[in-house]
């Protein structure tokens, strides 16, 4: 194979999304590596809730940029990611109220829109939710969910139809300099490339050390379960985010999918 201008490794959302930017930017020879198939790891067992809640300026920026993406990406990239716009409520207690108007302010300064909402307009919003000991929430309009598996094959299809290629079950084992680009070694060969671009999640660490570059990521073990309800939970019922009981949900298919919003630290991603 001729050297490549980039060669991105893993195939989750990141660095599938990557490999199609590069390829759209204009780049002709770009390279997937992924150990074993597109979404296997992070991605695909991501909740896909898309929301702009957060409490650092950057990251709400970033959501909401992403947030147009995923509401167009069947007309921009030809295919449908189950992007629903359900909307999302955030319970917060009394000693947490400060930091809730706090983050609406600064997500309405930003543009979103979102608002805060008494016990009696959460009833409204979300009928079967027992909130007795909720004293304020956030609705967020905007918010959603998709199909994170969907996005990213989505991403990884575009790239391959701009040129880009993709190389599955073929673990990077080593990254090295070589002249003024670096050599991947994988499980199936060796590829050159001008640049790296590392988006192996939770294995950055492990790849980055090999390269002599310390990336400071630590690994968290989420869980989640889908529950079925007798009379079923329509598609559209907002998210909740209910962090005071380290909870979340959202619809899924006519059930509800639960996440733990707390994880357990230092997990081994394998
Ligand atoms: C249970 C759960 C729920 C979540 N819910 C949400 C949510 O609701 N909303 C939200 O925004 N985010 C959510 N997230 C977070 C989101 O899933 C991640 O931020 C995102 O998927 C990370 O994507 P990534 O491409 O960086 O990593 P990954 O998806 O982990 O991809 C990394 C890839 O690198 C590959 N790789 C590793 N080592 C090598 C190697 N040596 N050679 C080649 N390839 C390699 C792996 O196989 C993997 O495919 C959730 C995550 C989890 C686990």
Not at 20 to 46: D, I, M, N, P, Q
Not at 121 to 135: E, F, I, N, R, Y
Request: hydrophobic share 40%; aromatic share 6%; with cysteine.
């Amino acid at each position: 194979m001729s050297r490549q201008q980039a060669i991105v490794v893993g195939g989750g959302v990141h660095g599938a999304s990557v490999f199609y930017h590069l390829l759209s930017l204009g780049l002709e020879r770009v390279l997937l590596v992924e150990r074993k198939s597109l979404a296997c790891a992070a991605t695909g067992r991501s909740t896909g809730i898309i929301r702009h809640h957060y409490s650092h300026e950057v990251t709400v920026r970033v959501a909401r940029y992403s947030s147009r993406v995923f509401s167009r990406f069947p007309e921009t990239m030809g295919r449908d990611i189950g992007y629903v716009n359900n909307g999302l409520v955030f319970l917060a207690t009394r000693e947490e109220e400060g930091a809730l108007r706090r983050c609406v302010e600064q997500q309405r300064r930003l543009g979103v829109d979102a608002s805060l909402v008494d016990p009696a307009g959460l009833k409204t919003l979300h009928p079967d939710l027992v909130a007795d000991d909720v004293s304020l929430a956030s609705f967020e309009r905007d918010a959603g969910y998709a199909d994170p598996y969907s996005v990213t094959v989505g991403y990884a299809k575009a790239g391959e139809a701009l040129g880009g290629k993709i190389l599955l079950n073929a673990a990077v084992q080593d990254i090295r300099r070589k002249g003024d680009g670096f050599l991947v070694a994988t499980a199936s060969g060796e590829h050159e490339a001008d640049a790296v671009v590392l988006a192996a999640g939770a294995w950055a660490r492990t790849l980055g050390a090999r390269m002599g570059v310390d990336i400071p990521v630590t690994s968290l073990r989420l869980s989640n379960a889908v529950l079925e309800l007798p009379g079923g939970y329509a598609r559209t019922t907002p998210t909740v985010l209910d962090l005071p009981n380290h909870l979340y949900f959202r619809p899924e298919g006519g059930h509800i999918l639960v996440g733990d919003g707390e994880g357990l630290g230092d997990a081994d991603p394998e």
